[in-house]
């Protein structure tokens, strides 16, 4: 059989820090079936978000509503811990494009790990000062302990590390 | 200029009549990984995983390809995010289970219009043959709780001038998922290590009145009922609201919802934050966090949780005390061994929710660490 491909599907995140107060990050979706893109702005450092839209270029169903109305439900919601659960209880039954949802989730990340690529680069580059540097991390941030395979039982950031309650 | 840029690439080809191959690649910033997926039709189960890294950011994330063979054998239906979440995000890695739910919704896109295809093809020469496949509804996960031996006793009284310890938050698997702890073993173990009461607060569920009279008088353990409640602005404790919230509800709204009741609102676990940095990173100071909507329209602040790290208790608790606001403080345990690591100690009778709720009012309450200042 041919191997010609059946779907295909790029997606595309990005963040850029507007001032001191503002960070805005988008999320552009393009694939076989469907053309959209969600974006955020932010404000620094509550990350709350301040202003969001939506927009669906190309799509199968004719009958979306419109999505900025909808996703600007999600204003004031902070983006850190429980947001996913806060952005489905809120949008999820408002006949909005699920892949919006997860677009705007997206955006979120993108956000979190834009932050996280700062803390990243505080990482020593000779490995085994890396590992100990990450065992420290993983004391002050107890959280982290099998949070996944890089800090569960078996590997050498967490030996040593009592687990947590 | 962008902080931060994140691609990702899917293609699905067909390289059988029932099998689909799935390519996906994740590369951002901080990592570069792929993915190669084999899916059967129309079953849409996972049959084959093979992925690898090509950037990374802890030496030991090597350690994550293997775990991902848990999701062979998943199948594409209702409840696969939560089943990659729970097992492939936290045993191997949560930018390797994004991309695999990625790779698992374009392998449906690609099956939904395949069988279009499929069945207009069929349609052309003698009609249609439609396969209807249709994902199986998710089942949830009730616990069952071990049953206790009755005791039938009245609650024992309690030192009034010792005032009383109280867990005010607590969760059991029969009411939040999310828990692992019967109540009866709650209850026991809070009993055994000496707290004078434990306040249930499932998530978004209440529990009845004549259920917790039961506990009480099984128990002999003063056991109260609040809420933990998920509103736009995060998660919220509220003791003397008899009612179970559905949904997420917007902060204001259950602001109104709780003073037409009398109860009172806790703002639960406020910076339980990132995993990977802090507060400080984000130039966030108690000053600027006092500004938070939130703020404005709870009675108290939880400033020990033993979720959250040290440093996001200290900052809840400098919070707390720049807006003069009364601290709480609980466990917030999911297990039984947690429950009591942290409380709330009142120098009063709490008898009831009624007696919870003034004295929350009042302010009487004092966090304390209890459980690590025991011998348990």
């Known amino acids: 059989m041919p191997r010609v491909t059946c779907f295909s599907r790029s997606r595309c995140t990005g963040v850029e820090q507007l001032d001191d107060q503002t960070i805005r990050s988008f999320c552009r979706l393009q694939d076989t079936f469907m053309e959209a893109m969600v974006e955020i702005t932010a404000r620094v450092p509550d990350l709350d978000i301040t202003a969001v839209r939506g927009e669906i270029q190309r799509s199968p169903n004719t009958e979306t509503p419109e999505p900025t109305p909808l996703l600007e439900k999600v204003i004031g919601v902070r983006i850190g811990a429980g947001m996913q659960k806060i952005f489905e209880g809120l949008l999820e039954g408002t006949g909005l494009c699920k892949q919006l949802i997860f677009m705007l989730e997206e955006c979120c990340h993108g956000v979190i790990l834009s932050f996280t690529k700062g803390t990243v680069e505080r990482f020593p580059h000779d490995e085994e000062e890396a590992v100990e540097y990450l065992a420290r991390d993983v004391k002050k941030h107890i959280r982290l302990y099998n949070r996944c395979a890089a800090f569960a039982p078996g590997s050498r950031i967490v030996e040593g590390i009592k687990p947590p309650r | ?376």
């Open chain 2, 1 to 376: 200029m962008l902080n931060y840029m994140r691609n990702k690439v899917m293609s699905v080809a067909r390289v059988r009549e029932d099998l689909l191959s799935v390519y996906g690649v994740l590369d951002d910033d901080l990592y570069g990984l792929w993915m190669k997926v084999g899916i059967d039709l129309p079953g849409m189960e996972i049959l084959s995983l093979e992925a690898g890294w090509n950037r990374w950011t802890t030496p030991e994330c090597r350690l994550a390809i293997e775990p991902l063979q848990e999701a062979v054998g998943m199948r594409i239906e209702p409840g696969l995010r939560q089943k990659v979440q729970k097992s492939i995000s936290r045993k191997a890695c949560r930018h390797f289970a994004n991309l695999l739910l990625e790779c698992c919704h374009a392998a449906k896109e690609a099956s939904q219009w395949i069988s279009t295809q499929d069945l207009e093809k069929d349609r052309a020469p003698e009609g249609v043959s439609g396969d209807g496949k249709k994902a199986d509804s998710p089942s949830p996960s009730g616990g069952h709780e071990k049953g206790a031996p009755q005791k039938d006793e009245k609650p024992r009284e309690r030192d009034s001038s010792a005032g009383i310890i109280i867990d005010l938050h607590v969760h059991t698997s029969k009411g939040s998922p999310c828990s692992s702890a019967p109540v009866d073993g709650l209850i026991e173990e809070a009993g055994r290590i000496g707290l004078g009461g434990i306040c249930l607060t499932d998530h978004n569920h209440v529990w009845p009145p004549d259920r917790v009279e039961d506990l009480r008088r099984k128990h002999g353990f003063l056991v109260l009922r609040g809420n933990e409640i998920t509103t736009d602005q995060g998660d919220i404790l509220v003791f003397g609201l008899d009612r179970d919230i559905y949904g997420i509800i917007k902060l204001e709204e259950l602001r109104e919802e709780v003073l037409a009741e009398g109860g009172v609102m806790i703002a639960a676990h406020p910076f339980r934050g990132f995993l990977v940095f802090d507060a400080a990173q984000l130039g966030l100071t108690p000053e600027k966090a006092m500004e938070r909507r939130l703020f404005k329209h709870v009675d108290g602040v939880e400033v020990l949780n033993s979720k959250v790290t040290k440093d996001e208790n200290d900052f809840a608790g400098k919070v707390a005390a720049g807006l003069g606001m009364p601290g709480t403080g609980g466990s917030d345990a999911h297990s039984v061994e947690e429950v009591g690591i942290y409380a709330t100690r009142f120098p009063g009778i709490i008898r009831d929710e009624k007696d919870l709720v003034q004295a929350v009012k009042r302010g009487e309450g004092v966090p304390v660490a209890f459980r690590r200042n025991r011998i348990t």
